[in-house]
């Protein structure tokens, strides 16, 4: 063995996404990844918790405890980190609209845990990150609250009071991830991240609450999260850009002086949407190959990095799972040589030529959205949104003509049988289905033992205070402390800022460019079959409970009506009654319910219920998900017509179904 050419660079933070049912059962699985050497905390929390319900919300129905852990009040914040000191910790929270809530809970359980400390002094040893960029919410993830004009409000109220009293905190992360997600292509997605920077460090500059002498801390605080798909030098040069182009506008447009303060930060999920259900142990050297694109350059690596689990388009990880991927980290740091060479990209002329296309691209963009007046207008208007479901509309069209291959999917699909899915249901991890009442009992405990005339007190000031300028993190804390809870606290903010519906860019969308032998063929059968029932077919597509990634809906919404159907698609966050609601008063002839969250054995039914009280239990119903098999063949038994999971990936296929799905519902054949 050669001795390495200097020093070995310490690793990066490495964290698992995790959490799940109850606080109590989170606590033990984030103990158990730290004694197996995680060195940082990613909290994933629970839909009602993200958007601002407790868990007694109608709205709440079927989610809590889903995709993460319930913390509606303190006392299960005290038991999501009971043993963990949170002075020593690390912890990457991933929360946006509520965001301000969850930090002030946080730091008041941090406060308890050290009882002879001043909060001033807890305060000054926080370390960790609150997503809170709530822009990419309105363009892909879908967890929004209120309209953008409040929502940066409460985002630079927190970058003003954590660079004042929390200077170890990352009081944003700039999130290009689920842009990645939703279809951005490099380019775009390192254009409207750092457009979205811009508009959030222009907000915090325009508030007052920061000095100018202190602004180049609040530049310095900025953090990303990032997306790394399995073209892993395009990802390395796509990271190399972002540190080109955040330079520039740090130094040029607000005047940092100081290297370090203009230092590009960031941290990584690599790509789940690149996860497959077919084959799914190929996910495996996927998620190996993307963890490379935001490590192997040196000048451009990640600061923290979680990785998925290889059977994350099955369902919910188990602990092993999670194990397996903090395994592929390790090894990697400290089996490989990686840490003991200076940048290996440098002088590289096939890496200095795309990234300087990458830069090329990505500043066309920026300036193009900067024209329309930032990314708040650029949000707005639509424009981004629309401009991110073409993409994955031609990403989508490329994999199904085996343009873009994906092994086990549109390629090499013969398979021996994987003994890692032979007992599927096995296979994954199932959520706690009594969470849900321990969450509810919780909220009731909870209530009873607080003192009522100090919440009241604590929510007529936070209404108070947002009312005016005033910073809203003191009035939070307060009504922390004061036991208020999430859904109380965001209740209040609503009452005063009011709630938002962002576009869903379905209209001004680019399909399918030419239709093809496949698609002209199931255009005949639309018009055919419309013509028999005696008018155009409509589908409804609906997104039921709080889920708000719409990615999958849409790009069904977008060929549909490239397909030659009338499409009804309202967007995201319905209760099943509004979409009953909608069925009737559009007169449509099929349902489509597309639910990622884990809540459909919930939700579906509540739909088909309401469907047959409407008189309309003869309307075909059909959903796409992350559905295990079990859950699939219980929805078609209560009657589903078909279930789409995303090993159906052919589009044009899905609408040949629905096809036939309304002309048995129709005795046509």
């Not at 020593?88 to 941090?110: E, K």
Request: hydrophobic share 45%; net charge negative; aromatic share 6%.
């Amino acid at each position: 063995m050669t001795e390495p050419q200097h020093a070995k660079d310490r690793p990066w933070v490495m964290r698992t996404y995790a959490g799940h049912s109850t606080a109590a059962a989170s606590n033990a699985l984030y103990r158990n990844n730290l004694a197996k050497g995680q060195t940082g905390l990613s909290v994933a929390f629970d839909l009602p918790t993200q958007t601002g319900y407790d868990p007694d919300s109608p709205l709440s129905r079927g989610e809590v405890g889903k995709v993460g852990v319930p913390v509606p009040h303190l006392g299960e914040m005290r038991r999501l980190f009971e043993d963990i000191p949170l002075t020593a910790m690390n912890t990457s929270m991933t929360i946006n609209a509520t965001a301000m809530w969850l930090l002030a809970m946080y730091q008041v359980v941090a406060e308890e845990q050290n009882p002879e400390l001043e909060p001033t002094e807890v305060a000054a040893q926080l370390a960790g990150t609150t997503q809170n960029d709530i822009i990419k919410e309105y363009l892909s993830r879908g967890t929004y609250v209120f309209g953008p004009e409040h929502s940066l409000r409460l985002t630079a109220d927190m970058i003003a009071y954590t660079v004042n009293n929390i200077p170890q905190w990352n009081p944003i992360n700039i999130c290009s991830y689920h842009l990645q997600e939703a279809g951005a292509t490099p380019a775009q997605e390192l254009a409207y991240a750092l457009c979205t920077a811009i508009a959030v460090l222009d907000q915090v500059q325009e508030s007052g609450q920061v000095s100018e002498a202190d602004f180049e801390r609040v530049v310095g605080r900025i953090s990303f999260f990032v997306n790394a798909g399995v073209r892993f030098v395009e990802e390395t040069c796509k990271m190399r850009a972002f540190v080109q182009l955040w330079d520039e506008i740090t130094r040029e447009r607000y005047g940092v002086q100081d290297p370090k303060m203009r230092r590009f930060r960031y941290g990584v999920q690599v790509n789940s949407l690149g996860l497959t259900e077919a084959q799914p142990e190929n996910n495996v050297q996927r998620i190996v190959l993307e963890m490379l694109g935001v490590t192997l350059s040196k000048n451009a690596r990640a600061r923290a990095v979680q990785l998925p689990a290889w059977n994350e388009a099955l369902g919910l990880p188990r602990p092993w799972d999670q194990q397996w991927s903090l395994r592929l980290q390790q090894v990697l740091a400290f089996e490989s040589d990686l840490l003991e060479y200076e940048d290996i990209f440098d002088g590289s002329h096939v890496i200095e030529a795309k990234v300087a296309e990458l830069v090329a691209g990505a500043r066309a963009e920026m300036d193009r959205v900067q024209a329309m007046g930032g990314a708040i207008a650029a949000v707005e208007s639509g424009y981004m949104k629309s401009e991110l479901v073409s993409a994955h509309a031609a990403r989508r069209a490329r994999i199904e003509a085996g343009d873009e291959v994906i092994v086990g999917v549109n390629k090499f699909e013969t398979t021996e049988p994987s003994p890692l899915t032979a007992d599927l249901d096995g296979a994954i991890q199932t959520a706690d289905p009594a969470a849900e009442q321990a969450a509810l009992d919780s909220v009731r405990a909870w209530k009873a033992g607080r003192d009522e005339a100090e919440v009241a007190e604590a929510l007529q000031r936070l209404a108070a205070d947002a009312k005016t300028d005033k910073n809203l993190m003191e009035a939070t804390l307060a009504a922390a402390r004061a036991g208020v809870t999430t859904g109380e606290w965001a209740g209040t903010l609503r009452e005063v800022f009011g709630e938002f519906r962002a576009p869903t860019g379905v209209t001004g969308a680019v399909g399918v460019a030419e239709a093809g032998d496949e698609l002209t063929a199931v255009r005949d059968r639309v018009a055919a079959t419309g013509e028999e029932l005696g008018g155009r077919l409509r589908l409804l597509v609906g997104k039921p409970g709080l889920d708000g990634h719409s990615n999958g809906a849409e790009q069904v919404a977008v060929r549909a009506r490239d397909a030659g159907f009338e499409v009804v698609y309202q967007g995201i966050r319905l209760t099943p009654e509004q979409i009953v609601a909608a069925a009737v008063a559009e007169d449509v002839h099929c349902v489509g319910l597309s639910i990622l969250s884990g809540s459909h054995m919930e939700l579906v039914p509540a739909v088909l219920e309401g469907l047959r009280e409407a008189g309309l239990g003869d309307l075909p119903v059909i959903v796409g998900g992350i559905i295990p098999e079990s859950d699939g063949k219980a929805l078609i038994s209560a009657g589903v017509a078909a279930v789409y999971t995303p090993k159906d990936f052919g589009l044009t296929e899905i609408m040949d179904g629905i096809v036939d799905v309304i002309r048995r519902a129709n005795d046509l054949d």
